[in-house]
């Protein structure tokens, strides 16, 4: 075999190496993608606690935004719902007749959306991905 051919067939096999261990790498990380965004089990213990709006922005990490009703934040939040589909984001359409505080919590892949009650407690939560 001359020296270009196992060259070339060195490039390739390193070649395929590094793919394919981007690949495994992937794979591995799809669940480790968003490292920031709140997990369902993290809020479910705030909802089972009742914990208050304070303490969850505390724990946060990444951008939040809280809309509450009687605010101009509140008046953004609406025109956001007004210019999506009712089955899209349901229960956020759903809560934001129900609950006077919404916390939106953004990452890079999650939209979660956190239902405040009137004395600042923790009643529910969307998940969606972006």
Do not use: C
């Not at 993290?42 to 606690?49: F, G, S």
């Amino acid at each position: 075999m001359g020296v270009k051919r196992r060259w070339w067939m060195l490039l390739a096999a390193v070649g395929l190496a590094v793919l394919a261990v981007g690949g495994v790498t992937m794979l591995l990380g799809i669940g480790q993608a968003d490292p920031d965004a709140p997990t369902s089990e993290w809020l479910d213990a705030l909802v089972q606690r009742q914990a208050k709006l304070a303490e969850v922005i505390g724990e946060l990490k990444g951008g939040h935004t809280l809309y509450e009703k009687g605010t101009p934040s509140w008046d953004g939040l609406q025109r956001f719902l007004s210019d999506m589909p009712p089955e899209n984001f349901a229960p956020v359409h759903e809560a934001a007749k129900k609950y006077p505080k919404i916390l939106f919590h953004t990452t890079r892949w999650q939209m979660t959306w956190i239902f405040v009650d009137q004395d600042d407690v923790v009643r529910g939560f969307y998940i969606t991905s972006q």
